[in-house]
T-cell receptor, first 111, second 114 residues
Framework: DQQVKQNSPSLSVQEGRISILNCDYT??????FLWYKKYPAEGPTFLIS?????DKNEDGRFTVFLNKSAKHLSLHIVPSQPGDSAVYFC??????????FGTGTRLTIIP | DAGITQSPRHKVTETGTPVTLRCHQT?????MYWYRQDPGHGLRLIHY???????DKGEVSDGYSVSRSKTEDFLLTLESATSSQTSVYFC?????????????FGDGTRLSIL
């Protein structure tokens, strides 16, 4: 049972435009959500997180939105840059230190 | 970058042999984790540790054991490797601050079981 779902395996976006990556979850006990970025042959790198008491968190070009009623979060990257090409994972936790990951979305930024 | 070193970075071995992967941290973080990454599955938690000699199972713990005798080292052992354990293994660490903290990952070990 996949508790965290990333339904788009891949996404292509023109350089300079907005990239929107989506994630859905089913477990209502999740209260902390994260996005990670992963390049080939490297470990995932933490990007941004959000607690369930918020609906938005910004860090530079990255903004995460949380819609608790829809059990949906999204990551917006504006403007998209070639270095943003990577696999993006969303993850969630609920009341403990364990994370549950989605299957990832491969983002390609087209110059 | 968080001070996390995984060794070896690559390993090829045969079915039935024991394999031990090492994760070493220099951050003095309380929590350490082992994940495996496979196509179509994302990252799945194998085992984690919340202190020296304190460990617990994750989602896919069958066939794996762990040990943590020092804060800085977390070992993952495959007692008798099988081909289904061919994967990329990641170690992660996180602090304990009373509120959720992000986990930070090492660069992985690519393990092939022939």
């Amino acid at each position: 049972d996949q508790q965290v779902k990333q339904n788009s395996p891949s996404l292509s976006v023109q350089e300079g435009r907005i990239s929107i990556l989506n994630c859905d979850y089913t477990n209502s006990m999740f209260d902390y959500f994260l996005w990670y970025k992963k390049y080939p042959a490297e470990g995932p790198t933490f990007l941004i997180s959000i607690s369930s008491i918020k609906d938005k968190n910004e860090d530079g070009r990255f903004t995460v939105f949380l819609n608790k009623s829809a059990k949906h979060l999204s990551l917006h990257i504006v403007p998209s840059q070639p270095g943003d090409s990577a696999v993006y994972f969303c993850a969630a936790s609920g009341g403990n230190e364990k994370l549950t990951f989605g299957t990832g979305t491969r983002l390609t930024i087209i110059p | 970058d968080a001070g996390i070193t995984q060794s070896p970075r690559h390993k090829v071995t045969e079915t039935g042999t024991p394999v031990t992967l090492r994760c070493h941290q220099t951050e003095n973080h309380r929590y350490m984790y082992w994940y495996r990454q496979d196509p179509g599955h994302g990252l799945r938690l194998i085992h984690y540790s919340y202190g020296v000699k304190d460990t617990d199972k994750g989602e896919v713990s069958d066939g794996y054991s762990v040990s943590r005798s020092k804060t800085e080292d977390f070992l993952l052992t495959l007692e008798s490797a099988t081909s289904s354990q061919t994967s990329v293994y990641f170690c992660a660490i996180s602090e304990s601050r009373g509120v959720p903290q992000p986990q930070h990952f090492g660069d992985g070990t690519r393990l092939s079981i022939l």
